[in-house]
């Protein structure tokens, strides 16, 4: 969808719960749903919830869309209303204060998992990521979620904050094959087109010191294959399509920030 589409979107589509959109329950920002195989399509079988990325990512759209309406636009300060309302409402309902970290999912008509299932314990990366891009997080805060980040990446074994979430979900809790196992694909796969958002948050933060370092085991792999894998699993191995333009994207966008910071400093 494009990002100016963004209002008539939002005009169209039944009114958020609790100041939320909702969606089907997934793994972070990922598209395959737990209950059946392939679980790429919304149906009876989905459970709704409300989840940090979905919401962040519609900020990051009014964000962009304020930009193209510019300030003095008659209705520019509706959506910065709305906009604002949106990030209070992520924080009021989606963000655990006493872990410092977003909860999962908040369920509208109950969960897919088993009762005993403590799905608050995973720490979402990607989502964790796209709501700092969206202003949601403190400096303060970003900087406990950088440092839980590469706690989890030590913890799973794995190479690159891109690591999607930590723990991964348990085997079989997804029917799809691809998402069965724990840390393969979206669920626990180590994706760059989403560590390199945290590395951009890093950079607009002015950490440079640990931008570099996040993004350096990233740049050595595609170096060391030659190739910009869709996904990586813990122990390093490519996966997935060989020219994944959403990880090239990131990573480019990030060397040229960096290279224009050198160039400033």
Request: charged share 25%; aromatic share 12%; hydrophobic share 40%.
């Amino acid at each position: 969808m494009n990002r100016s589409d963004c209002a008539v979107w939002l005009e169209e589509t039944e009114k958020p719960k609790d100041g939320l959109i909702w969606s089907a329950t997934r793994a972070d920002w990922g598209d395959v749903q737990p209950e059946t195989s392939p679980g790429v399509l919304f149906d009876s079988h989905s459970h709704r919830a409300l989840s940090v990325y979905d919401s962040a990512m519609l900020v990051v759209a009014m964000n962009d869309y304020l930009e193209l309406l510019g300030p003095e636009a008659p209705e520019a300060a509706q959506w910065k209303k709305t906009r604002d309302g949106l990030k209070h409402n992520i924080r009021r309902f989606l963000w655990d204060g006493k872990n410092q970290k977003f909860i999962p999912h908040v369920y509208l008509g109950g969960s897919p998992f088993p009762a005993d299932f403590d799905e608050n314990a995973i720490n979402y990366h990607g989502g964790t990521a796209v709501a700092i891009e969206a202003g949601v997080l403190t400096p303060k805060e970003i900087a406990h979620a950088l440092e839980r980040m590469d706690a989890d990446v030590i913890a799973a074994h794995a190479s690159s904050i891109g690591l999607t979430m930590y723990p991964a979900y348990p085997l079989g809790y997804f029917k799809n094959p691809g998402m069965t196992k724990p840390y393969t694909y979206q669920n626990g796969g180590d994706w760059t087109w989403f560590g390199g958002r945290m590395v951009r948050d890093l950079i607009d933060e002015g950490d440079i010191v640990d931008a570099y370092r996040e993004i350096r085991p990233m740049i050595d792999r595609v170096v060391r294959v030659d190739g910009f894998y869709e996904w990586w699993t813990p122990d390093n191995r490519p996966r997935g399509s060989a020219g994944f333009r959403g990880s090239a994207g990131e990573l480019g966008r990030d060397i040229e920030l960096l290279e224009a910071w050198a160039e400033r400093h």
